[in-house]
């Protein structure tokens, strides 16, 4: 049985910092590229960061590069985002996902987490 769970949301003033962290089962981890997407409210689903399946490699929207570092581990099975410097329009429910490209084409997600900065 395929599970991502997420942990780590919470509640953060303006400025300050977070660590999530997703943990996976169920599915060949280290063959998958992991993804974080939020939805804030009102808002469609975004794509935040992103690792490569090796971990050698990340990618970040530009409203989070330089505050938000993406990590993994594979033998733990664990996928980590440290947000820095949080700002109200990080405010979202946080998903982690796992991909893993064509021909395969799988996604999976988690339930998500969420994360409110208060002004």
């Known amino acids: 049985q395929v599970q991502l769970v997420e942990s780590g949301g919470g509640l953060v003033q303006s400025g300050g910092s977070l660590r999530l962290s997703c943990t996976a089962s169920?599915?060949?981890?280290?063959?998958?590229?992991m993804r974080w997407y939020r939805q804030g409210p009102g808002k469609e689903r975004e794509l935040v960061a992103a690792?490569?399946?090796?971990?050698?490699?990340?990618n970040y929207a530009d409203s989070v590069k330089g505050r938000f570092t993406m990590s993994r581990d594979n033998a733990a099975n664990t996928v980590s985002l440290q947000m820095n410097s949080l700002k109200p329009e990080d405010t979202a429910v946080y998903y982690c996902n796992a991909y893993r490209a064509p021909p395969f084409n799988y996604h999976y997600w988690g339930q998500g987490t969420q994360v409110t900065v208060s002004s």
């Open positions: 690792i490569s399946s090796a971990g050698s490699t990340t």
């Open positions: 169920g599915f060949t981890f280290s063959m998958y590229v």
